[in-house]
């Protein structure tokens, strides 16, 4: 595996440090992103015989930071921190006793401190996973066995959506996995979420990237669509067959079918296929079959203050652990949906080149950009959507999540600088990627602020595109 030496040296004087110490403190954020950092951060320390405790923070702010303990242990931020030095310095933190581990930007500050972070130095699909395993190889060069997780950790951000499949350092890391046996690569596989739990006309259905007309949206015309092909869709059971249980040349009559379907609707078919990551050590039907369920399990626990939960499974609880996670995916899964309901039911308002829907207090802030998400696919497609949520914990404070499709971060649309630009003119602060970001923002702004996100996204794709429909 290759990377930029200045990168290579940062990895090492972090891991250096780390070793130096006794007992660490971990600081995480609490999605599947910060759940796998914390995972492997905290099996690499403890390996190598540093006393370990951790934390998980739904944001870095003044409120969150009396989570972090006022006691001697080292602290390592993980998937934040980057962009709040400041803060840090500004509760007494000092540069030896600070490190951060981060994909996000960075924040000028009047304190160096010590910091591994992959965007500087151009690999921006990378997620803080995937950097905190290469702290952790360079802790020791046996920690190959947590590739996994940090393959979950990049899927779970993002990492592989925009080019359907992992690049870069984050490809080289599932490769060490692939070598392990702990991973397998599928290089063309079915570009759908629930290959290894969903029936495949379920499966099919929920797709929006590519959206297939006909068939994205539409379960029972996805079933139709499979029945016109004569292939077994149930085993001998009578169960639904999922996609990865489907016999290959049944898989090639399917895809075949879907291209054509496609390209007889005038779109290409190049995201009708993406790379899988699958884990075969991991039992059939369940979420921790492959990357993306996996990752979508731990977001489940993250989402509903239980990130520990999601830890203890990347350490490899497969009892209670694993039962309680269950439990909250469905839950989690529940609620998205009654979510995604109210937001069709309610509707949108449109301007320009943003839609946008105020939800009140009627759900928790941590689901709201998982709901923008999938209601983008039943709305308009070429408009980037903004939700924003009270904070009935903080209420001079409205969450607001952004987000995009691939094509529209091909035409040039940057979520991730809208919400900070945006969010800053208001006196909040805000950040994320180009195609999913979110802020906080002063309650009464509301207005004023979606318009000025309407005003730079129409100067950054200055010409909407028409969407699928």
């Given at each position: 595996?290759?990377?930029?030496?200045?990168?290579?040296e940062?990895?090492?004087?972090?891991?250096?440090?780390?070793?130096?110490?006794?007992?660490?403190?971990?600081?995480?954020?609490i999605?599947?992103?910060?759940?796998?950092?914390?995972?492997?951060?905290?099996?690499?320390?403890?390996?190598a015989?540093?006393?370990?405790?951790?934390?998980?923070?739904?944001?870095?702010?003044p409120?969150?930071?009396?989570?972090?303990?006022?006691?001697?242990?080292?602290?390592l931020?993980?998937?934040l921190?980057a962009?709040?030095?400041?803060?840090?310095?500004?509760?007494?933190?000092?540069?030896?006793?600070?490190?951060?581990?981060?994909h996000h930007?960075?924040?000028p500050?009047?304190?160096?401190?010590?910091?591994?972070?992959?965007l500087?130095y151009g690999?921006?699909?990378?997620?803080?996973a995937?950097?905190?395993?290469l702290?952790?190889?360079?802790?020791?060069s046996?920690?190959?066995?947590?590739?996994?997780?940090?393959?979950?950790?990049?899927?779970?951000?993002m990492?592989?959506?925009e080019?359907?499949g992992?690049?870069?350092?984050?490809?080289?890391?599932?490769?060490?996995?692939?070598?392990?046996?702990?991973?397998?690569?599928?290089?063309?596989?079915?570009?759908c979420?629930g290959i290894s739990?969903?029936p495949?006309?379920?499966?099919l259905?929920?797709?929006?990237?590519?959206?297939?007309?006909?068939?994205?949206t539409?379960?029972?015309?996805a079933?139709?669509?499979?029945?016109?092909?004569?292939v077994?869709?149930?085993d001998?059971?009578?169960?639904?067959?999922?996609?990865?249980?489907?016999?290959?040349e049944?898989?090639?009559?399917?895809?075949?079918?879907?291209a054509?379907q496609?390209?007889a609707?005038?779109?290409?078919?190049?995201?009708?296929?993406?790379?899988?990551?699958?884990?075969?050590?991991?039992?059939?039907?369940?979420?921790?079959?492959?990357?993306?369920?996996?990752?979508?399990l731990?977001?489940?626990?993250?989402?509903?203050?239980?990130?520990?939960?999601?830890?203890?499974?990347?350490?490899?609880?497969?009892?209670?652990?694993?039962r309680?996670?269950?439990?909250?995916?469905?839950?989690?899964r529940?609620?998205?949906?009654?979510?995604?309901?109210?937001?069709?039911?309610?509707?949108?308002?449109e301007l320009?080149?943003?839609q946008y829907?105020?939800?009140g207090?009627r759900y928790p802030?941590?689901?709201?950009?998982?709901?923008?998400?999938?209601?983008?696919?039943?709305l308009?497609?070429?408009?980037?959507?903004?939700?924003?949520?009270?904070?009935p914990?903080?209420?001079e404070?409205?969450?607001?999540?952004?987000?995009?499709?691939?094509?529209?971060?091909?035409?040039?649309?940057?979520?991730?600088?809208?919400a900070?630009?945006?969010?800053?003119?208001?006196?909040?602060?805000?950040g994320?990627h180009r195609i999913?970001?979110?802020?906080?923002?002063?309650?009464g702004?509301?207005?004023?602020?979606?318009?000025?996100?309407?005003?730079?996204?129409?100067?950054?794709?200055p010409?909407?595109?028409t969407?699928?429909?």
């Open positions: 595996m290759t990377t930029v030496m200045g990168f290579s940062d990895i090492r004087a972090v891991a250096a440090e780390l070793l130096a110490q006794d007992s660490v403190t971990i600081v995480s954020h999605d599947a992103d910060g759940i796998t950092g914390e995972a492997i951060l905290a099996q690499a320390l403890s390996r015989g540093v006393t370990v405790q951790s934390v998980f923070v739904r944001q870095l702010e409120l969150t930071m009396r989570q972090v303990p006022e006691d001697a242990t080292f602290k931020f993980c998937d921190g962009g709040q030095q400041n803060l840090l310095a500004e509760h007494g933190l000092s540069e030896d006793e600070v490190a951060i581990i981060d930007v960075s924040q500050c009047g304190r160096d401190y010590l910091q591994v972070n992959c500087p690999h921006t699909k990378l997620s803080a995937g950097v905190a395993y702290v952790a190889r360079a802790i020791d046996g920690n190959t066995d947590l590739a996994r997780i940090a393959v979950i950790g990049n899927i779970g951000d990492m592989a959506r080019d359907c992992l690049v870069g350092i984050a490809r080289d890391i599932a490769q060490e996995g692939a070598e392990h046996g702990a991973i397998e690569i599928r290089q063309r596989d079915l570009n979420y739990t969903r495949l006309h379920l499966c259905s929920y797709t929006d990237d590519p959206f297939i007309p006909g068939i994205s539409n379960a029972a015309g079933l139709r669509f499979l029945e016109k092909l004569g077994p869709l149930k001998t059971a009578r169960r639904w067959l999922v996609w990865e249980e489907i016999p290959p049944d898989q090639r009559a399917i895809t075949s079918a879907l054509q496609l390209l609707n005038g779109q290409g078919i190049s995201r009708l296929f993406s790379e899988s990551y699958l884990f075969p050590g991991e039992p059939e039907r369940t979420p921790l079959r492959n990357a993306q369920e996996f990752a979508t731990l977001n489940a626990c993250g989402r509903w203050s239980r990130p520990g939960v999601g830890g203890s499974i990347c350490r490899g609880d497969r009892g209670s652990a694993y309680e996670a269950e439990h909250m995916l469905t839950n989690h529940a609620i998205i949906r009654e979510l995604l309901q109210f937001i069709l039911d309610s509707g949108v308002t320009s080149h943003l829907i105020h939800v207090n802030d941590t689901i709201v950009g998982i709901g923008a998400g999938m209601a983008l696919s039943k308009a497609m070429h408009k980037p959507i903004l939700i924003m949520v009270a904070q914990e903080d209420p404070l409205t969450k607001v999540s952004l987000r995009t499709t691939t094509r529209m971060v091909e035409q040039g649309v940057d979520l991730q600088q809208v900070t630009e945006a969010s800053a003119k208001f006196g909040g602060a805000g994320g999913a970001a979110g802020a906080f923002i002063p309650r702004a509301e207005q004023e602020f979606v318009f000025h996100v309407n005003e730079l996204l129409a100067g950054q794709c010409c909407p595109g969407g699928h429909r």
